[in-house]
């Protein structure tokens, strides 16, 4: 079968699904699955001949079909299994298959007033606040995913916090997907009001066959919120991951983004930010390529109202026939003077085969700003090495302790102790070199 | 402890030694002084064992075997360390655990076990001390965001943990202002031992000041033109390296 057969199979196989969707009976959003469905009926999964797609080649999905699951197929899923992914001192959310579980989640003790609830409940629940928010930060016309999110997302989450709320724990989000070839779908939106305050960390996990997870989520910050995101991607090694996260800053707002790319066979993030006047967004990647891993991360940082500020940092480490691709675009609007801008990627190749492609974008439009921009890809520094060698630290532990350090510098830079030590475990775990050791910190 | 014979080595098709012939016994103090462009930080180069140079004849033999045979980190663990003209920073390891680190290889080359953790601190301590650092470098990462003094401070303290066999200095006294130059001269002086040889590689004859030599080599283009006690550099700085060069020449 032809990939053209196959993704138009895509609309019949998730038409199937359709009654059982949520939030079907909402005019709204019924209105909005339906042009969706239209819009990816007419373009499909985005292709190479799209700029913003040129160095990720998303075919391979096209060539199989990845079937959504119904409620009643997820896999069953014992707790234990998944403590290792989860924090304790955090509200938790558990989304099996793209379904909300409400028997691994653990939601007791928010404050009434703040909302944290499937995305299916908060459908029957609170539709007129959802309709407020939703596809409001990204629409249907983005690209194919957004699209085919919004026309089949079989559930996810809703977090609503009123103004001036501190939340004191984090809320974690996991992801599992339990079965090869289906395709958990899911949409999260966060709606700060002003002066609030939350932690959220996404985390992503999976079977080792090949699977397809897709996750949208909208974000929407008043005046004065501040939200801090963690995303934790560690899908099995045949895993296809697409997230997107789009955010809305209002003026004074502050949102922080620590990346961690480092499962799938084919990974791509979009993190687009919109920012207000004199808001605030601090955006942090590392992603660790190996095998024949292609980790695409993709921003965009729309500079709107002045005396906004923006710092970026990715780092990637590449090793064997790994493919890293970083995109980030930084649009200044004529209007946006004062702009404040910073970004960075750096590139670890360890290998001679592994890549990195590279591409910073910078649009200014107005003429009072402070923008700067360093992309670098290399290798490990042979200074750094002969130094370490002449204080007596064999070449190849050197080497080891070289990537780990630059790599450590982001995961460093988490503030959730039990997140930080799981990030730092993985680190160490996705470094198959012997010798590598914690006590290098 | 060294005997460099007749030693050659050129950077690509560049001869830059040219003959070159030391021999320093245990606990001696040897300084090399020379004009730019003599060789000077190329033998402390090939006496490390940095990549990049070719010896094409000539031997370096250290406490009875071929140095050259190495690598950079067995010469290290077997006693030749090389304080850096410009120490290296690296982000993310700490200086405390790279000391830690190059310390317990060198016992563990030696066949003892690995240093206990408090005292090893109180040895760290007493060190700093010494060189009249701040405890906090030790928890920064190696030399970031270090000063020049600072950075040469630190490769002295790094000599002072490690008690190597064989110090090379190179150019340390480079970029100290007069008072670094007297605690790190100090320090260095603190190191002096009846089994520890020194090797000090210097343009100017100041740092010789406050670590008096027991003999002084001048090195010009490539070869050992001069040897002398300390009265040598004396001489060299009042009468400039042109003075060696013409005598050679």
């Known amino acids: ?441 | 402890m060294l005997s460099i014979e007749n030693l050659h080595v050129s950077v690509g098709d560049k001869p830059i030694l040219k003959g070159l012939s030391l021999q320093i016994k245990a606990g001696e103090v040897h300084a090399i002084m020379g004009p730019n462009g003599a060789g000077k930080s190329t033998l402390s180069h090939v006496l490390s064992g940095k990549s990049g140079y070719t010896v094409t004849s000539g031997t370096v033999t250290y406490q009875g075997n071929n140095l050259l045979d190495l690598e950079p980190d067995e010469r290290a663990r077997e006693g030749v360390f090389l304080a850096f003209q410009y120490p290296v920073e690296i982000p993310g390891v700490s200086n405390i655990y790279l000391m830690k680190a190059a310390l317990n290889a060198i016992r563990k080359h030696k066949g003892l076990a690995e240093v206990d953790a408090m005292d090893f601190l109180t040895l760290v301590k007493d060190k700093v001390k010494l060189l009249e650092m701040d405890e906090s470098f030790l928890y920064r990462s190696v030399n970031e965001g270090f000063s020049g003094g600072e950075k040469k401070r630190n490769e002295i303290l790094q000599a002072a943990i490690l008690e190597p066999s064989l110090c090379i200095l190179d150019e340390t006294d480079s970029g100290l202002d007069i008072d670094a130059l007297k605690v790190v001269a100090a320090g260095v002086d603190s190191l002096r031992a009846a089994d520890r040889s020194f090797l000090m590689i210097t343009h100017y004859q100041r740092l010789l000041d406050y670590i008096k030599p027991d003999i002084v080599h001048v090195l010009a283009d490539g070869r050992i033109v001069k040897l002398g006690g300390p009265e040598l550099a004396l001489e060299l700085e009042a009468k400039g390296y042109h003075w060696v060069e013409e005598q050679v020449a």
């Open chain 1, 1 to 441: 079968m032809s990939a053209e057969q196959i993704i138009s199979q895509y609309p019949a196989e998730y038409k199937k699904i359709a009654d059982a969707l949520p939030g079907q009976s909402i005019a709204w959003l019924a209105l909005l699955r339906q042009d969706s469905v239209q819009q990816f009926s007419a373009h499909g999964f985005p292709s190479l001949r799209e700029e913003e797609w040129r160095y990720t080649n998303v075919s391979a999905i096209e060539k199989k079909l990845f079937s959504p699951a119904s409620s009643s197929e997820i896999g069953a899923i014992e707790i234990d299994s998944l403590n290792q992914y989860l924090i304790q001192d955090a509200w938790s959310v558990v989304l099996v298959d793209g379904h909300f579980s409400a028997s691994l989640s653990k939601l007791d003790g928010i404050p009434e007033i703040v909302t944290v609830m499937s995305m299916s409940a908060a459908l029957e629940q609170c539709a007129d606040l959802l309709e407020k928010y939703f596809s409001q930060s990204v629409d249907s016309k983005e690209h194919g995913f957004v699209a085919f999110n919004t026309a089949w997302f079989s559930d996810g989450l809703f977090i609503h916090v009123p103004a001036k709320q501190v939340l004191a724990k984090p809320i974690q989000i996991l992801h599992v997907v339990t079965q090869a070839g289906f395709m958990a779908n899911t949409r999260d939106i966060i709606a700060l009001e002003e002066s609030a305050e939350v932690t959220v960390v996404e985390t992503f996990v999976g079977c080792d066959e090949a699977y397809c997870s897709a996750a949208i989520m909208e974000v929407s910050l008043a005046q004065n919120a501040d939200l801090t995101l963690y995303k934790l991607q560690m899908e099995g090694e045949k895993a296809y991951h697409f997230g997107g996260i789009y955010v809305k800053q209002d003026r004074d707002s502050r949102f922080t983004h620590h990346n961690f790319a480092f499962g799938g066979l084919l990974a791509r993030n979009d993190i687009h930010t919109d920012l207000g006047q004199a808001s605030e967004c601090d955006l942090n990647g590392l992603y660790l390529g190996v095998k024949r891993q292609h980790i695409d991360n993709h921003t965009r940082i729309n500079h709107l109202q002045p005396h906004a500020i923006s710092h970026e940092l990715y780092k990637g480490v590449l090793n064997q026939r790994a493919k890293g691709v970083f995109q980030g675009r930084v649009l200044v609007a004529e209007q946006a003077q004062k702009t404040d801008s910073m970004m960075n990627n750096r590139n670890l190749l360890l290998s001679d085969d592994a890549e990195a492609d590279t591409k910073p974008q910078l649009e200014i439009y107005a003429d009072d700003v402070k923008c700067a921009h360093g992309v670098t890809v290399g290798q490990l520094d042979e200074q750094s090495i002969f130094y370490l060698q002449s204080r007596c630290v064999d070449k190849q532990t050197a080497r080891n302790m070289l990537t780990f350090a630059f790599a450590n510098e982001m995961v460093e830079k988490i503030k959730l102790p039990e997140l930080h030590d799981m990030v730092l475990a993985q680190l160490l775990q996705r470094f198959p070199q012997a010798g590598i050791q914690q006590d290098w910190l």
